[in-house]
């Protein structure tokens, strides 16, 4: 990959928006949608909306050949797979055996290939670029995720009604929320609230 850089700007289908950083760009992408009640959040839609998301910083991996029906499948799959291992983890239960498999299958395929410019100061990826090979390095880094020093920082939001799931890189290892504009405030706002109720 080539930039440290994660977060993404989230649509809420309640309305508005908020930046959310899982610190790992594999975890951003596991919140790019999802099943059953998870699918109002769906932002992949089409081939397309891949090659889009694909595209952005920090992978930045522009594609060269389109990307296919068949790819946007597999990439909701092992989106799927990688939501699923990193709420086990958070939990600290065993990864199911079919996420471990799809995260696995990904990461045969071959990955990107980073490739100098001419001129020695900047880097791209060698082309062609594949959907595919996107996500065997999102797949990669999964591995490297779940089974490095910092599986054990992977964490769900503190709020009793979110489900995100983020990595917590900081020094200190306290981060408690998605987002602190987020559910971060709005706990603050409860217990606020709450002390009113109680000096009333």
Same mark, same amino acid.
């Given at each position: 990959m080539r930039g440290n850089a994660t977060g993404r700007l989230l649509q809420d289908p309640n309305g508005g928006?908020?930046?959310?950083? !899982?610190?790992? =760009?594999?975890? $951003?992408?596991? &919140?790019?949608?999802?099943?059953? &009640?998870y699918a109002k959040f769906e932002s992949l839609h089409t #081939?397309? $909306?891949?090659?889009?998301?694909?595209?952005? #910083? #920090?992978?930045? !991996? =522009?594609?060269?050949? #389109?990307v296919t029906?068949?790819?946007?499948?597999?990439?909701?799959?092992?989106?799927?797979a990688i939501w699923d291992a990193a709420h086990a983890q958070a939990a600290r239960g065993p990864l199911p055996a079919a996420a471990v498999a799809t995260i696995n299958r990904a990461a045969a395929a071959a990955p990107l290939v980073p490739e100098l410019a001419a001129d020695g100061t900047s880097a791209g990826w060698t082309t062609p670029v594949r959907a595919t090979q996107a996500l065997s390095n999102l797949a990669r880094e999964m591995?490297?995720?779940l089974s490095g020093p910092l599986s054990e920082r992977i964490r769900e939001c503190a709020s009793d009604t979110c489900p995100m =799931?983020? =990595?917590?890189?900081?020094?200190?290892?306290? %981060? %408690?929320?998605c987002a602190m504009e987020r559910c971060g405030n709005r706990h603050?706002?409860?217990?606020?609230?709450?002390?009113?109720?109680?000096?009333?």
């Open positions: 928006s908020f930046w959310f950083d !899982a610190g790992a =760009v594999c975890l $951003d992408f596991a &919140h790019t949608g999802g099943e059953g &009640h #081939p397309a $909306d891949l090659g889009e998301w694909l595209a952005q #910083p #920090p992978l930045d !991996a =522009v594609m060269t050949v #389109p029906a068949r790819e946007l499948v597999a990439a909701k799959a092992l989106r799927q591995i490297e995720l =799931v983020f =990595v917590d890189s900081s020094r200190p290892n306290a %981060r %408690r929320w603050k706002l409860r217990a606020m609230r709450a002390r009113r109720a109680a000096d009333s």
